[in-house]
């Protein structure tokens, strides 16, 4: 267990002095903003989609390491993929940092993303965690903010235009 605490953390805090895909994109598709305010989190999220795969996409904002890192590794991950692959990597992702997912022994596609699996015990860092994967979805689906506050569980049942 202690390697893959050193992992997390060196991975942490690489991708935090170094985001991947760090900025904005100019001709972007899909745009959405996730906030989540328990931390103080606020991240801008930009995608374009063609042809249904993500071929470019940025993130800017103020957030936490753990935020950050998950973002920057997120966008690396999504990059090139169709999005329904990304739609499941946001899914394998969120229920492997709520629990559901053990990627010890179910199948996944998560690959280095499972350095976050630590986070399920850590309840006030998982919607740090989750938040760029949360504001991935949203984008996908058009929805312009979303804000891990609108519902105890950040991807159930959002309403579009819905508290901020
Ligand atoms: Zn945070």
Redesign the pocket.
Known sequence: MADTKQLYQEVILDHNRKPRNWGTLPDATHQAEGV?PL???RLQLAVKLSDDAVEGIAFEGE??A??KASASMMTTAVKGKARSDAERLIQEFRDMATGKLDTGKEPHHLGRLTVFAGVRDLPT?VK?AILPWHTLHAAFNSMRTTSTEADADPMHEQTPGGAA
């Open positions: 989540n931390c103080g989190d957030s936490c753990i935020c860092r740090c």
